[in-house]
């Protein structure tokens, strides 16, 4: 208990202790993401006992990003939301959650890792925490600014998350995570995002975060990743 509870508080602390950045250039990456989980949990049915499940997700990540205006260097994770995707035998279903994320920068030599992280917990009233973190390498690329105009980017990131909720029905799950970045969604939504800033927003409906994320407007869809899911037959639930 006390070990968990000082973890808590150590990722607490490091995530306020993060530098505070100034503004830099603003873009956006969409990755498509998978996640394979095994899952436990404890339920009272005439004594305890525990239930088990296996799951594989999947889904897409969208991030708002900020880079260095100089170097093409990622700063900082301005924003980012998540849109998971299953079936219900014929039922079709995605749901949107928002996210916060963390970017770490690790320069070694001629490698750069990108290390993405995320942090929650609390030790009361009962100790719960989980973290993720997936790393990759990145290299400079096209991201829909130009053949010249390239910026750093991981493409395939890898890595785990872990939960534990050691409440009155003790939790716990791991699961390992993929992300690879969907380079033409990526380029459409910051060609969007160019034409944006060029007019000033002037003539635009939609900002070109939630443009590249997507969704119902009317009968109609607009955007990028949900508008996707829509056009195949996917419908969204609203999360508990």
Known sequence: ???????????????????????????????????????????????????INKEHITGFLVLMVVYDSETGEIIAIEDAEQIEYWRDGRDKWYEQFDEGFIIERVDVGDEVIWVLEQLDGDSEPNPWGGMLMIRGRARDMNIGLGRDEKREVARVLNGYILYIDLGMGIEKSMCTMSIRLLKRWTGLANEYFEAYKAAGGVGFDYDPFVWAIGGPEGDDTYGIVKAWLIRRGYEETIPD
Do not use: S
């Open 1 to 51: 208990m006390k070990t968990l509870a000082k973890l808590i508080m150590l990722l607490a602390v490091l995530a306020i202790c993060m530098p505070a950045y100034g503004q830099g250039d603003l873009e956006i990456l969409i990755y498509a993401q998978t996640h394979n989980c095994w899952e436990a949990w404890e339920v009272e049915d005439n004594g305890f006992d525990w239930r």
